[in-house]
């Protein structure tokens, strides 16, 4: 072969890894941000569908929007039922649609943003956040329930602050005082009556890394320096709604952007291990309650 055509050759090769990295690059983000765009649609939808069940469903006048959704759990919103243990399903001989279809309304229609996982040996279905162990284990959630940790600040040295968020929480200015919220008739605020609610759905991505907010402004360059993994602590006072971090949930085995500790994920960069792109987004609704016991 002469001097030439090995030139020539190693010529394409360059040639090729350039565009590739940036194929490569635009590819992973535009599955990441279309992912993310499918959840913040799932939620807004699954918002809607929410605020009008609850807004249909006779309650009695006076009832907080907590004790709303417990009884009608049944029928609207079960937070026992995020996890799908697939090995379950396989064994009873039950298709996958069965199941979905025997479950809430709300659970239903947030299928779409499930991820598959493996927790321990267990392959599962999940919604995606943080697992925890289920106060009421059933033979269809293998003992898991799933929580959403918002991440509130980050740590210099790598590591998070996290803030616990209900999948359906009520708008109200004091999160803590259901007194607050609208959805009673006798709550303190002028819009009594009222379902207010918004849906959480954490979403992360696949390719993209997080990076901290510049401290100073204009930023300066950090390129190759994306938040590193660490410790994840929960604000103080802040606890799941639903399920618990004790329990001995064994850690997930499944794909790194839903992995880890509380499952903020972790990817590689460079040989050192860095929290993924993640966002929490909602969807919120207002109907106006049409049915009273």
């Known amino acids: 072969m002469s001097p030439v055509v090995r030139a020539q050759r190693g010529a394409i090769l360059v040639e090729f890894a350039v565009v590739a990295l940036a194929l490569y690059l635009l590819l992973g983000a535009l599955l990441s941000f279309g992912t993310m765009i499918q959840a913040a649609q799932v939620a807004q939808d699954v918002a809607r569908l929410a605020a009008r069940e609850l807004a249909l469903t006779p309650l009695p006048a006076a009832i907080t929007f907590e004790a709303a959704l417990a009884d ?46 493996v927790i321990g040996t267990r ?5 995606p956040g943080a697992v925890l162990a289920s106060p009421e284990p059933t033979a269809f959630n293998a003992g898991l329930t799933v929580g959403v940790p918002l991440v ?17 929480e009520e708008i109200r200015p004091d999160p803590n005082d259901p007194s607050t919220g609208s959805f009673s008739a006798a709550a303190t605020g002028s819009d009594r009556g009222m379902v207010a609610l918004r849906i959480n759905i954490p979403a992360t991505a696949a390719a993209l890394a997080e990076y901290d907010a510049p401290a100073t402004w204009p930023p300066g360059p950090n390129a190759g320096q994306p938040h590193r993994v660490g410790p994840v ?15 001995g949930v064994p850690a997930s085995a499944g794909p790194g952007p839903i992995a880890g500790e509380l499952g903020l994920g972790e990817l590689g960069a460079l040989g050192q291990p860095v929290r993924p792109f993640r966002r929490v987004f909602l969807g919120q609704a207002f109907f106006r309650r049409e049915a009273f016991q």
């Open 72 to 117: 009608t759990r049944d029928r609207i919103f079960d937070p026992n039922q995020l996890v799908v243990d697939l090995d379950a399903v396989s064994a009873t001989g039950f298709e996958l649609d069965q199941v979905f279809a025997a479950m809430p309304l709300v659970n239903r229609a947030l299928r779409p943003v499930f991820v598959f996982d």
């Open 123 to 127: 392959r599962v279905l999940r919604f």
């Open 152 to 168: 509130v600040s980050r740590l210099d040295q790598g590591g998070e602050i996290v803030r616990w968020l209900p999948v359906v």
């Open 233 to 247: 602590s929960s604000e103080p006072g802040s606890i799941p709604p639903y399920g618990s971090l004790a329990g």
